[in-house]
Nanobody
C-alpha cells in the first residue's frame, strides 16, 4: 500500500506563513487527487484544498481561498500547501490525503479519501 509523508507544520504568529509538503509513493501520486484536510478537537475533518496531480484544476474551501495555494511537483511526487496570512482559526491538525480517481465536486468528501497522511500540527497565535 502506498503512503503519504507530511512535513512543514509548526507555530507562527497571525499574519505569518507556513508551507506544508506531502510526499507520495509513486503508485499513489500518478493520476490522483491529492490535497489537505484539517481537524480541530471535537470537530470533523474538513477539506482545505485539493489538486489533480495530472494537471488543473485546484479546489479550495471558502475559508482559505485567496490565502492558501496548493501546488505540485511531479518530479518529486510531492504536493505543497503554501499558507499565507495565517489566522488563529487556521490552527488545526492538517492531514494530507489522496484519492485515486480524481477530484471533482466531491473533493472534500472524507468518505472518498483512499489514503491519509499521519497529520502535522499548525498553530497560529494571535
Amino acid at each position: 500500500q502506498g503512503q503519504l509523508v507530511e512535513s512543514g507544520g509548526g507555530s507562527v504568529q497571525a499574519g505569518g506563513s507556513l508551507r506544508l509538503a506531502c510526499a507520495a509513493s509513486a503508485d499513489i501520486y500518478s493520476g490522483s487527487c491529492m490535497g489537505w484536510f484539517r481537524q480541530t478537537p471535537g470537530n470533523e475533518r474538513e477539506g482545505v484544498a485539493a489538486i489533480y496531480t495530472a494537471g488543473l484544476p485546484t479546489y479550495y474551501s471558502d475559508s482559505v481561498k485567496g490565502r492558501f495555494t496548493i501546488s505540485r511537483d511531479s518530479d518529486k511526487n510531492t504536493v505543497y500547501l503554501q499558507m499565507n496570512n495565517l489566522k488563529p482559526e487556521d490552527t488545526a491538525l492538517y492531514y494530507c490525503m489522496a484519492r485515486r480517481y480524481g477530484c471533482g465536486a466531491t473533493w472534500n468528501y472524507r468518505q472518498s479519501v483512499d489514503v491519509w497522511g499521519q497529520g502535522t500540527q499548525v498553530t497560529v497565535s494571535s
